[in-house]
């Protein structure tokens, strides 16, 4: 009785959280759903715009820096990119596009290094390549396995340069990003005092031990990442934001690209954050995202149980050792 009361009081606090991080409030100019990031407070947009490999797919500057305006003028502020997208070739963008235009948005990076001196040259690249002195968040890049925390914990290393960040305010907020383990990700959120958390939020549920075949199963139909790691992040009031929600593009094919953003944006997340090599993806996907309505509870079991066990194992598979770039 104890335990299923506990059980009972532990899924309501959830729920209240849930329900706190997707309340909504539509942008006076845009029309944009805004979320808060958060205990950071910040109000983000409800889509992201993925500065990475998508974004790089625009092989002209000029067209790539037509994306990127596109965006911020159709109610997109939150700007994610990272250290190692293009060997800095997407901030390098960004910083070009900021000599002509006011930062206006939430400007995100990701920082790959896990040693102290090697994250602290990448941090000073990273400034110099966005032309400014300080972002408003840092994330750990990629976290992957149990040895991959440990190098980042040591001593001086990774995540003490990231508080030593912002306690110099180099970084508004810091956090961690993940797409291989659940397991490991909740070890990292519970330890540290992080203001946000990106992980990979979608259909497939994936982040699951072979042969990764629970997803739509138990009493909320969450498995993997949703089980595991976000629990943590929501009682933590950390900044939530959901990242492969195509899968690299793995998933098209078994819902429509409309019904796998809308899934993950049902989620607790402040934002999903989607690459989007064509101006008419941008276009199509900021119109969701001003026309959101939340997935219904069925909705939200059946699309993962589409999912076979065994592509959700293939995708598992593939992103235990993706490198993003």
Not at 244 to 270: D, H, N, S
Not at 275 to 287: C, D, R, S, T, V
Request: hydrophobic share 40%; with cysteine.
């Amino acid at each position: 009785m104890k335990l299923s009361r506990r059980t009972f009081l532990e899924s309501a606090t959830l729920a209240s959280l849930a329900r706190e991080a997707t309340a909504m409030v539509a942008d006076p100019k845009t029309g944009m759903p805004m979320r808060t990031l958060g205990r950071t407070g910040v109000q983000v947009s409800l889509l992201g715009f993925g500065a990475g490999s998508r974004w790089l797919m625009y092989k002209q500057q000029e067209k790539a820096l037509e994306a990127l305006d596109l965006a911020l003028k159709g109610g997109i502020n939150y700007i994610d990119s990272a250290a190692s997208y293009g060997d800095g070739e997407s901030e390098r963008r960004i910083g070009e596009y900021l000599k002509t235009h006011k930062k206006d948005f939430f400007l995100v990076t990701k920082i790959s290094p896990r040693k102290g001196d090697e994250a602290m040259r990448t941090i000073e690249r990273s400034l110099k390549n966005f032309g400014l002195q300080q972002v408003d968040l840092m994330h750990m890049h990629a976290l992957m396995g149990p040895d991959d925390l440990a190098a980042a914990e040591a001593k001086g290393n990774l995540i003490d340069v990231l508080h030593k960040m912002r306690d110099q305010k180099v970084a508004r907020f810091i956090g961690v990003t993940c797409h291989a383990s659940p397991t490991v990700l909740k070890q990292a959120l519970e330890r540290h005092d992080f203001d946000s958390t990106q992980m990979a939020l979608n259909i497939a549920q994936i982040g699951n031990a072979a042969p990764s075949d629970k997803a739509g199963q138990g009493e909320t139909g969450a498995s993997g990442f949703e089980s595991i790691a976000m629990p943590v992040a929501l009682k933590k009031k950390m900044g939530l934001t959901a990242m492969k929600v195509f899968a690299q593009e793995k998933l098209l094919g078994k819902a429509a690209p409309e019904m796998l953003i809308r899934y993950a944006m049902t989620l607790p997340v402040c934002a999903a954050v989607v690459g989007m090599p064509k101006l008419e993806h941008l276009e199509q996907n900021i119109a969701v995202a001003k026309a959101f309505k939340p997935l219904g509870t069925d909705e939200m079991k059946s699309l993962p149980r589409s999912v076979s066990a065994q592509m959700r194992a293939s995708i598992d598979r593939f992103f235990a050792d993706h490198e993003d770039c």
